[in-house]
């Protein structure tokens, strides 16, 4: 066997040649996901881009319909995790184990902590979105359906789901939305003047 073997390397403790280029693939796109943390916009509108593309490919295509289906309860399931606290308020109310939300006014403020955090719901929603896109290139997937039939179905799984997901939040006095703890305003600094 040469020195040069690249499955001779990999067995004698070096590396070989592609998993150097997949372990360097992965540090790019590492870092490339770090780099695009603080632009959440910029990343949602970069998702909703490939989002519109798919949808008109698959308009055009007029095919792979169950893809779009099962695309969208991922999206959804996605998106509950998003609303949905880390720890359920559900299972917290027996045991007094952890932090838990607030349920009077006058108890400290503490933050909403997701069960799936924005950045990993971005990325797990992009991925699907390319690995959706990429399914339409194959004939395979191109199931025929009566596409009416999954968009009434998903409407009303959105529905209930939402609903559910509402009821919970009712239920149990949060909001998925905060940004950041609260702020006073302090005292005016003596040496300012306001000229009326």
Not at 18 to 25: A, D, E, T
């Amino acid at each position: 066997m040469s020195e040069g073997d690249s499955s001779g390397d990999a067995i004698h403790g070096k590396p070989s040649t592609v998993g150097m280029f997949f372990s360097r693939l992965g540090q790019v796109y590492q870092s490339l996901l770090d780099k695009s943390t603080p632009f959440t916009i910029v990343r949602w509108v970069v998702t909703f881009l490939f989002g519109a593309i798919y949808m008109i490919r698959v308009y055009i295509l007029q095919g792979w319909y169950i893809v779009t289906y099962a695309l969208g309860i991922y999206h959804l399931n996605l998106f509950i995790a998003f609303l949905s606290p880390k720890v359920d308020p559900s299972l917290m109310e027996d045991s007094d184990e952890g932090p838990a939300l607030p349920t009077k006014q006058n108890e400290e403020f503490r933050p909403f902590i997701r069960r799936l955090p924005e950045f990993k719901f971005w990325h797990s929603a992009t991925k699907g979105i390319v690995v959706a896109m990429c399914c339409t290139f194959f004939e395979a997937f191109n199931v025929p359906v009566f596409w009416p039939i999954l968009v009434m179905y998903f409407i009303m799984l959105f529905c209930i789901t939402m609903k559910r997901q509402i009821k919970h939040m009712i239920k149990y006095r949060y909001l998925p939305f905060t940004h950041g703890k609260r702020t006073y305003k302090g005292k005016e600094e003596p040496g300012k003047t306001f000229a009326s």
